[in-house]
């Protein structure tokens, strides 16, 4: 038995002893791992740590409307679970009154959770986040080094391995905006359980791979059907492995641990696989087929993160294609591990089962990464035909927009041939030069630091406006009406789009409804919705004439009783200082409001102007 296991790479009945022992002697080890990767968390976010009270990471240039997004997520996720006792995937809280349901949605499900005692024990929506988010770049760590120790046997090269994947230029990118995909400790926890379940037999593994396969669904859907690939290879490569060998009893072994994990996946995933397949096929959201625009280049891959170093800006738009170095594009990987990664091939005659599926899972997602198309860079497309292709006509996987957001499965599998090319090259060293091992392992570390290098990040201070915690601490069942007013999704808007923008980010502080907002899908009929009422529609559109009816006071004031409007929320400047619209726009507004309810309740924020409707209580 232990002769197979050696075959077939994994750990020989004495590794696995060790193991056992790391597990019941080790918690100080695993402390200190766990503060090692905090420490490298907090200096990868620098200067983020000073600032966790009052401020976020971004970027001058990120999508802002993403990011009031996501506090918005955190904010309704426990909003409707502490606060409503209700379904967390459908809200009037934003587009009232009809509102929106979520399960297309990247809500960001198990985030919301996570976040939702430090939001209790602190009271401070951002402190919550910033501390929730060093502690997930840690588990991303932690759980890749797990991964990679169990392969290699070897402490610095599963640390190396932890920090390529948690800490990759693609992933420290999205943290300026897209919390969902920065969020990637289930991958690698995945893939350890589907090791050990490979390596054990145990189906209660199979179990929790399926159970950290519907951690990725309920946080990033996407990231759920990158699972499905990862799956269908992981399996597919040891059935055929046993098929050759001619071992039935393992065979029929991998298959129902397969049915496990797709079995456990599909209990647990089916309260939002359904309603988000049901909404999918409906027709009534817009999917825009962008994936060639929104593909991974060449020169992405080799290309360094804008953010190194100094660096605070992706780059913006091109017509063509996304730019590299965009939010999107950002996918360096690094010299460092690819040299690394081409030692581990050395092992390949010796142990090729321990390298091969992490090479194929490494070529598979960078290649399905790249998209429909070739291209060298957004201007230079090679008219090659990718196999993505293939991917994209298959039902539900066709319908994701950006084929560059594959690549964190990508880093995984580079992160762990490049720890067994590591080891490979720590233990013919060890062979003459004992010493000079563990130094190898440092100067990888070091020098994959240096490439990977993201401080200083962009930090923006956002401070809620006193008058709306003010009004989120006012009792009653009433709505606010922010002006301007839009609706938006990803790539459709209706009414003002910086209004759409802000809605989500008010929102998450005064608690109330409210009649705009941006989320990733909506109905067309929530988007035209904004042309139903007099008065709401000319506070959508306000370089529009407005028309008789939104002349008529009367009629626009019992629609704001019919509504329960009992503020009105005049914005003039974003909470990232961007102006909300020019000053003959907002200065027309506030005339037109006035005339509706009267002077301002409030003036003194020069962000916005507050009026108070005294037809609702």
Known sequence: MVAQKEELSLPAEGRLAGIRGLRARGLLRWAGLFLLFFAVSVVQTWPLIVHMTNSIADSPSAPLPDIYAFIWNLSWVKQAIVDLHTNPYETDYIFFPDGEHLYIHPLAFINGVMCIPLEVATGNLILSWNVLALLLFTFSGLATY????????????????????????????????????????????????????????????????????????????EFALDAAVFLTLFFSYWAVVYFARRDAGQFRRLVL????????????????????AIDARSGKYNLPAQDEYYSG???SLITPSPLWGPGEN??????????????????????VPLIFATVALFTLRRTP????????LF???????????????????????????????????????????????AMLGLAIVAAIGLDFAMSRLKRQYVLLAPVLGLLALGLVGLEYWNPPVHTTRLDPPNVLEQIRDEPGDFTVLDVPLGRRDGELFNGHLEGAAVADYYQSVHKKRVFGGFIARLKESTRAWLGKEPGLTHLAVPNALPTARDLDVELVREVLRKYRVKYIV?????????????PEVLNSLDAYIRGIVGEPFSTDDPSLIVYRNQDVD
């Open 353 to 360: 089962h321990r390298v091969l599926p992490w090479w194929l």
């Open 314 to 335: 992706p780059a913006l738009y091109h017509p063509k294609h996304d730019p590299v170095g965009s939010i999107e594009n950002t996918l360096y990987l690094g010299g």
């Open 257 to 276: 641990g397969g049915a496990i994990v797709i079995g456990v996946w599909l209990a647990l995933g089916g309260p939002l696989l359904i309603p988000a």
């Open 297 to 299: 280049t060449i020169k």
């Open 363 to 409: 070529l598979v997602f960078v290649i399905l990464t790249l998209g429909p198309w070739l291209y060298w860079d957004e201007t230079h497309k090679l008219s090659i035909p990718l196999p993505y292709q293939i991917y994209d006509n298959l039902p539900f996987f066709g319908d994701r927009r950006s084929p560059a957001r594959m690549l964190p499965f």
């Open 146 to 221: 797990a991964l990679a120790y169990r392969i290699t046997q070897n402490h610095l090269a599963a640390v190396f391995a932890g920090f390529i994947f948690a800490f990759a230029p693609v992933v420290m990118m999205q943290f300026n905006g897209r919390w969902h995909i920065s969020t990637t400790w289930p991958i690698p926890l995945m893939a350890l359980f589907t090791l050990r379940f490979l390596d054990s037999g145990r189906y209660r593994d199979a179990a929790a791979a399926g159970i950290c396969w519907a951690l990725l669904l309920y946080n990033n859907q």
């Open 570 to 582: 005049l914005h003039k400047i974003g909470p990232h200082g961007e102006p909300i619209d020019t």
